[in-house]
Structures are given as structure tokens and as C-alpha cells.
């Protein structure tokens, strides 16, 4: 089936340090990936959608700049927060839709990436 | 933007039966989806309706009603490990998923 696999899984990181996430998609191509992220006891809020081969279109209230997204092939997207700080830490997931739910538009989660900020 | 209610919480007994509501306002409609969420570990796909009606999957059973904007989820026979949070989702005319807040169930024995 469908599989997403993200990491790292968990990032402890000190303040001002920039930390990355890779998104993959394992057995199908994923045009499109999306980044949430989510606060403990919260819904998964979307930051962005991720477009292969062109720019990551920002939700309103979530900075470009600091959240910085690349596409760069079918199957990789990634997520660098750039000089993070501590209400930096969140629970953050991509997912993508394609492979057994292309006809439902199912997303399919990766495992998620905890970051911690000092 | 859009606006996803459903309750915080609830607590059932094993074997039991839970209905988790979930109502929704959005711009537009392309489906409802329904997630299972165990702590700490990112969302599993449980149903999908985008027409009014029941979709039955075993143990669990989901409900459309597009007109009154509104769909239950329904745990038959409750194990221990369904306890979870279980997130209704909602994806609008522009084909954006918006999460609802979660609802989480305990099961006790």
C-alpha cells in the first residue's frame, strides 16, 4: 500500500539552529505534499501545500521565510525551520494523496517528526 | 475558514458502541474523512464519504448527511486499543483538508 516515511522522528535542537525534515513518499509518486503541525490536545493545523517543481504555497499567519519547503522530486519533499525557537516545538507531519487513494484523495501520513527547541 | 465541531472527549466500555458526531461549515464540499490518532503518532485513515449515506467498514461505520452538514463515526464492539483520538476532516471546494479538533475516546474495561 500506500507508505509515507518521514524523519527524523524526533529533533532536539538549541535555539537558533535551523533543523530539517524530510518527507518521502515510498511507493508512489506524490505531486503534491502537505505539512501540518500540531500542538499537544490540537487538531492538525496545515502550514502548507508542497508543489513538485515549483513554490510551496503558505497558509495565512505561517512564514515562508522561517518555513522554508522543497519540492524537489516526486517522491521527496522537505521542511527546514529555519533559526527556531522554543514555540518552535510541535508535532509536525507531511502527507501526501496518490498511490491505492488517488480515487478518494485518501492523504497518507508520514510518522510525524517531534521537535524540541531549547 | 472553515469550521469543524465535534466533542472533546468521550469514555465507553469494552464492547460497547460510540458515535463520535462531527459537524462542519465549509466553503465548498469534496468529501468527509474520518482519522484515527494514538498519542504521539501521526493519523491512520479510517473512512471516506463524499455521498449522503452509511459506509460500513467492520467494526466501524460512517455517516453522511451533506445538507445538514453533518457525520458520525460509530465504534461497534470497543476494544482497548480503539482507544484514541479520532479526527474528523473535512476537504473544501479548493480540495484542502481541514482537521476538526479530535475527539478522544477511552475505553475502559
Known amino acids: 500500500g500506500a507508505v509515507v516515511s518521514q524523519h527524523p522522528s524526533w529533533v532536539i535542537c538549541k535555539s537558533g539552529t535551523s533543523v530539517k525534515i524530510e518527507c518521502r513518499s515510498l511507493d508512489f509518486q506524490a505531486t503534491t505534499m502537505f505539512w501540518y503541525r500540531q500542538f499537544p490536545k490540537q487538531s492538525l493545523m496545515l502550514m502548507a501545500t508542497s508543489n513538485e517543481g515549483s513554490k510551496a504555497t503558505y497558509e495565512q499567519g505561517v512564514e515562508k521565510d522561517k518555513f522554508l519547503i522543497n519540492h524537489a522530486s516526486l517522491t521527496l519533499s522537505t521542511l527546514t525551520v529555519t533559526s527556531a525557537h522554543p514555540e518552535d516545538s510541535s508535532f509536525y507531519i507531511c502527507s501526501a494523496s496518490g498511490g491505492r487513494g488517488v480515487n478518494t484523495g485518501e492523504l497518507f501520513f508520514g510518522e510525524g517528526s517531534r521537535l524540541t527547541v531549547l | 475558514g472553515q469550521n469543524i465541531d465535534q466533542p472533546t472527549e468521550m469514555t465507553a466500555t469494552e464492547g460497547a458502541i460510540v458515535q463520535i458526531n462531527c459537524t462542519y461549515q465549509t466553503s465548498g464540499f469534496n468529501g468527509l474523512f474520518w482519522y484515527q490518532q494514538h498519542a504521539g503518532e501521526a493519523p491512520t485513515f479510517l473512512s471516506y464519504?463524499?455521498?449522503?449515506g452509511l459506509e460500513e467498514k467492520g467494526r466501524f461505520s460512517s455517516f453522511l448527511s451533506r445538507s445538514k452538514g453533518y457525520s458520525y463515526l460509530l465504534l461497534k464492539e470497543l476494544q482497548m486499543k480503539d482507544s484514541a483520538s479520532y479526527l474528523c476532516?473535512?476537504?473544501?471546494?479548493?480540495?484542502?483538508?481541514?482537521f476538526g479538533a479530535g475527539t478522544t475516546v477511552t475505553v475502559r474495561a
Open positions: 464519504n463524499v455521498l449522503d
Open positions: 476532516a473535512v476537504r473544501d471546494g479548493d480540495y484542502k483538508l481541514s
